[in-house]
């Protein structure tokens, strides 16, 4: 499926596209909905149901906020909100109670990549046109309209390539704190990331998953120091900077430096983790923009007015050391 990533500029072409497109003539005929929405696409309002993954992280808090923004009433929308708490079974009921609700559109966050054939069908049998946002699935691209994500392989291997460049010589001990187990990201970013440090001197001793939370980071973490002590970990590859910080607070606990004793690279970039990066307690870290909001409800729009939309939109993602991160965090939204 064809990608296209789309630079800072295309957001501020997209919001144009949004708006015009929510303010412009409704094509006759537009389909209505139960939901009070009336097919949207004409100036009139676009009842979304929007399926997010739950509040585990910073970065999924700047998430929503971009969405919620994007997606507000000035913009021509009607969002329904629902937030899973990480919960798959719960995520895929509020998907079905979208449909029962007859709106116009669903956006999905999934938390996981399996288990979405039947609801996808469900939706498509009801008309409902899909836009997954963040990650992504493993069921067939036929049964949603567009994804606009991130590349998360391609962060798994910004990540890879400057631990082997930094550390690869030299006999490295790591330890892995994974995203959600069966989730794109962690997935993706492990595949990356791997393949980067293949050939080197990096061992990985230990991977487990801390669901991308701080408090899951810091008891895994707290685990592996417990059960290879302190001294034997040099490196920790976090999917995210929540769990990075997490590890922060076991590694500190256990009277080491991070990012000195323990050496850390994350990925998110949010202010948090960007603040450790400046305080030289994480050593690298790999953006990945939550700010997916514009595009997602210019997406909604054109599929709602049967405009051509991109299936597979990336958003670019930078990378930081602390030179980096000093020059740019004064500057960042989130
Ligand atoms: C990545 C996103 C991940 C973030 C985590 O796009 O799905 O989920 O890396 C978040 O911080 O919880």
Redesign the pocket.
Known sequence: MKKRFISTIALAGAAAMALTACSSDPEPGASGSAAGGDGGGGGDTIVVGFAQ?GS?????SANTDSMKEAFSEANGFELIFNAADNDTAAQIAAVRDFINQGVDAIVI?PIVEDGWDDVLQEAADAGIPVILE??TVSASADLYNAWI??D?EAEGTKAGEWAAAEFGDTETKMVVLE?TTG?A?ANDRATGFDAAIEGTMIEKVDSQTGD?TRDGGKSVMEGFIQNYGIDNIDLVYA????MALGAIEAIEAAGAVPGEDVKIIS??AVHDGMQALVDGKINYIVE?NPLLGELVAAAVTGVVNGDEVEPVQYVEDLAFDQAAAEAALPDRKY
């Open positions: 993954t585990e992280s910073g970065w999924r966050a963040d990650r994500g991130l998360f995203g989730s990201p991308f999917h995210n900077d929540d990925i998110d990945c």
